[in-house]
C-alpha cells in the first residue's frame, strides 16, 4: 500500500490534485476563519480587528470603489459600513461573501500549485485577483441600479450568476495563460 501511494504521489497531476485541494481549504478556512476572530462575539481578538483586519479594509474598499463608479455615472450614493445605496435606485448590503474569497482562494491555490516553473506565476496571481476584484465591482455597481430580488435575472441568485461569469472568465483567463505556458520558448 505504500508503494501504492508513493508511486501515486510521484504522478505530477495526482500531487497537483492534492495540493491545490488542501491549499484552497487552507485559504478559504484562513478567510471564514479571520472573519471570526475579528467579528465581535465568540473568539474575538481586538488587536486584529482595530489593526490587521484586511477583511474591513477588503470591504471597505469594495463598497467605496463602487459607490466611486456610480458617482462618475451621476448617480448620489450613500455609503456606510456594510452599505451602499442609491438615492432613487437599489444597493446591496455587503455580507462577507460578497467579497469573493471562496473564488479568489480557488484561483490562488490554482496558480500556487499548477506544476511548473514559477517565472511569471507572480503576475497571473496578481492579473486574476484584479480581474475578480474588478468584475465584483460591475456586479455590485449592476445590482445598485438594476437588480429586482422578484424578478431575478435567469431565475438565479446573484452571487450564483457572479460565481458562473467570473469561473467563465477564470477558465478563459487559464486556457489563454496555459497556451502561452506551453509554448517552449515561454517555458513559465
Same mark, same amino acid.
Request: charged share 15%; net charge positive.
Given at each position: 500500500m505504500i508503494k501504492f501511494l508513493k508511486s501515486l504521489w510521484s504522478e505530477p497531476y495526482f500531487k497537483f490534485i492534492i495540493c491545490f485541494i488542501a491549499l484552497y481549504l487552507l485559504l478559504y478556512g484562513f478567510n471564514t476563519a479571520y472573519i471570526g476572530i475579528t467579528a465581535k462575539g465568540g473568539i474575538y481578538i481586538p488587536f486584529l480587528d482595530q489593526h490587521l483586519n484586511y477583511i474591513n479594509w477588503?470591504? +471597505?474598499?469594495?463598497?467605496?470603489?463602487?459607490?466611486?463608479?456610480?458617482?462618475?455615472?451621476?448617480? +448620489?450614493?450613500?455609503?456606510?459600513?456594510?452599505?451602499?445605496?442609491?438615492?432613487?435606485?437599489?444597493?446591496?448590503?455587503?455580507?462577507y461573501t460578497c467579497?469573493?474569497?471562496?473564488?479568489?482562494?480557488?484561483?490562488?491555490?490554482?496558480?500556487?500549485?499548477?506544476?511548473?516553473?514559477?517565472?511569471?506565476?507572480?503576475?497571473?496571481?496578481?492579473?486574476?485577483?484584479?480581474?475578480?476584484?474588478?468584475?465584483?465591482?460591475?456586479?455590485?455597481? *449592476?445590482?445598485? *441600479?438594476?437588480?429586482?430580488?422578484?424578478?431575478?435575472?435567469?431565475?438565479?441568485?446573484?452571487h450564483d450568476l457572479f460565481n458562473i461569469v467570473v469561473y467563465a472568465v477564470l477558465i478563459l483567463l487559464v486556457y489563454i495563460w496555459l497556451k502561452y505556458v506551453s509554448k517552449p520558448n515561454n517555458n513559465i
Open positions: 477588503w470591504r +471597505t474598499f469594495t463598497i467605496e470603489s463602487t459607490a466611486t463608479i456610480l458617482r462618475w455615472l451621476d448617480y +448620489t450614493t450613500y455609503t456606510n459600513e456594510y452599505q451602499l445605496r442609491v438615492i432613487s435606485k437599489k444597493g446591496f448590503t455587503m455580507v467579497l469573493g474569497y471562496g473564488i479568489m482562494s480557488v484561483f490562488a491555490a490554482f496558480v500556487f500549485t499548477f506544476p511548473g516553473k514559477i517565472k511569471f506565476r507572480y503576475g497571473f496571481l496578481v492579473l486574476g485577483l484584479l480581474i475578480i476584484q474588478l468584475l465584483n465591482t460591475v456586479r455590485l455597481v *449592476l445590482l445598485s *441600479l438594476y437588480w429586482n430580488k422578484k424578478a431575478p435575472l435567469f431565475n438565479m441568485d446573484h
